[in-house]
């Protein structure tokens, strides 16, 4: 036959994946879908599961959209690699790489303006249209000069086989926002990964003693973190207890007030007494109207989307995790050895689970609740999704209303703020605090003990051969062998 009959042929014939093997029986949808067994449901009623099967995906579905993340870079970051990249392959970046991140200051200092004025002009800049994600500038950054001071300590310029990095990108935009905190008053900490190791306590007689030197200048710390144990303090004070020791040691009374814990990303705020002690702040006093206005039929039903997309996740992904309900929260936490017993398969018998599959179930539960808004089914309510680094957490609100909260509370303007913290990733928690307050991004305890040593000499005046007058400081310690100085 001819070239044009076979290809006529073949035209007509039924696609492969159309055809069915013999003996086969063809797959619906419906019956493609995991189910999940009734029994791992069980803080969900019977008909929230009826109401639930709404969230998935919808019969005809089809194009499945691409949710993955990039774990090495935002928006911001990635842009700048792409405008320091030229200055390395041309092996040129001695004289050209300051330039370069003149250029970037130059782009952020005119969205800046855009931003003051406030007539929707900052929806058109030239930084806007590079970086559509990027997020609000409380104050212009001077990166170049901020380049040239990292580069005189680290020598990036004189680097022949390894580019400027996302590390080093992130720590000169710490640098040059640290520079423009001029009237600093209150600086609020992420805690894992911020201020102590992971899962652990605070444990760090330097890191107390420079947080006690910034509240000795009037500086307000606290710590908002996604932990919630209600208003049990003893179980902060416990993961608190050297910070809190220090305190005693080195802080008057009327100092020690100027330490807070707000717990939950939101809800329960405690302040440090004169006893070192954590003391409950009552809610009608300090809490914004609409974190605890939501009505409570929406509270329960983003818990149980939550719970519902977790659960799901758990029987496909075959993961030795468990669910833990809490009053505004809901988490996936692994399950360790003993759950290897009851599920044989893939997954972790550590108390640990792969970051990919961390940010997965996030991607998962942003999803299904997104849908469910959409649909009708649930209120405009502010939630967060994060990964933990060990486990998946849900909580009602997010780390900006609870900021949002405290600068209110204390009367502090958002651009006399910083937070501190880890997690500014699409699968973070404290990326939502960008939207109220300056931020500074730390990828561990040794890097919050840097940032702070240059707090306390770019925005509070201490040098380190200068003699602070207030009590508890003398100069701004360097290293562990420099803590006797500290006490008076």
């Known amino acids: 036959r001819s070239k044009m009959e076979r290809r006529e042929t073949r035209s007509t014939r039924t ?73 390395f392959v041309l092996n040129n970046m001695e004289t050209t790489l300051s330039d370069s991140w003149e250029f970037i200051e130059k782009l952020i200092e ?44 680290y020598k990036i310029s004189k680097r022949r086989h390894i580019p400027p990095s996302p590390n080093d990108c992130r720590h000169i935009f710490n640098l040059a926002q640290i520079s423009e905190l001029t009237g600093l008053r209150m600086v609020t900490f992420d805690g894992d990964c911020t201020l102590y190791p992971d899962g652990q306590n605070f444990d760090s007689p330097l890191l107390a003693n420079l947080i006690c030197s910034m509240m000795a200048k009037g500086v307000v710390c606290a710590l908002v973190t996604a932990a919630g ?25 009327e100092q020690k007030q100027n330490f807070y814990v707000l717990g939950g990303e939101c809800h329960y705020l405690m302040r440090c007494n004169k006893q070192s002690r ?28 939550s719970e519902y997309t977790l659960q799901k996740a758990i029987k496909e992904l075959s993961l030795r995790a468990v669910i833990l309900r809490k009053e505004r929260a809901v988490g996936m936490i692994p399950g360790g050895p003993t759950k290897k017993k009851k599920k044989p398969g893939s997954g972790s018998t550590r108390l640990s689970m792969r970051e990919e599959t961390l940010d997965e179930c996030v991607l998962r539960v942003r999803e299904a609740v997104d849908k469910d808004k959409k649909a009708g089914r649930l209120g405009p309510i502010d939630y967060c999704a994060f ?45 939502a605090a960008r939207s109220v307050t300056p931020t500074a991004w730390v990828a561990n305890p040794e890097e919050t003990r840097y940032l702070l040593k240059q707090i306390l000499v770019k925005c509070l005046g201490l040098t380190t051969d200068e003699t602070s007058k207030n009590k508890g400081i003398s100069t701004v310690p360097q290293d562990e062998d420099d803590l006797h100085h500290f006490v008076t």
């Open 15 to 87: 696609p492969k994946s159309s055809r069915k093997r013999k003996g086969s029986t063809e797959l619906t949808v419906s019956k493609r879908r995991a189910s999940v067994p009734t029994e791992l449901l069980s803080p969900i009623s019977a008909t929230s599961l009826e109401v639930l099967e709404g969230c998935e995906d919808d019969e005809d579905g089809g194009l499945r959209r691409n949710l993955s993340i990039n774990q090495e870079h935002d928006e911001l970051v990635k842009f700048t690699m792409r405008i320091l990249t030229p200055s």
């Open 110 to 153: 005119e969205h800046y303006n855009a931003l003051q004025s406030n007539d929707g002009s900052a929806e058109y800049t030239r930084l806007k249209t590079y970086v559509p994600g990027v997020g609000k500038f409380y104050t212009p950054l001077r990166l170049k000069a901020a380049f040239l001071e990292y580069d005189m300590k």
């Open 229 to 253: 144990y209600g208003y049990k303090t003893e179980k902060y004070e416990a993961r608190l207890k050297m910070l809190l020791t220090s305190f005693e040691k080195h802080l008057t009374n």
């Open 278 to 305: 954590l003391e409950k702040i009552s809610e009608e006093v300090w809490t914004k109207k609409r974190l605890h206005g939501y009505p409570e039929k929406d509270v329960t039903r983003l818990l149980d989307v």
């Open 387 to 431: 990964n933990g680094g060990h486990d998946v957490w849900v909580d009602v609100g997010n780390k900006s209303i609870g900021v949002a909260a405290l600068q209110k509370y204390l009367k502090i303007p958002q651009d006399r703020c910083l937070h501190i913290g880890d997690q500014f990733l699409k699968a973070g928690n404290d990326a």
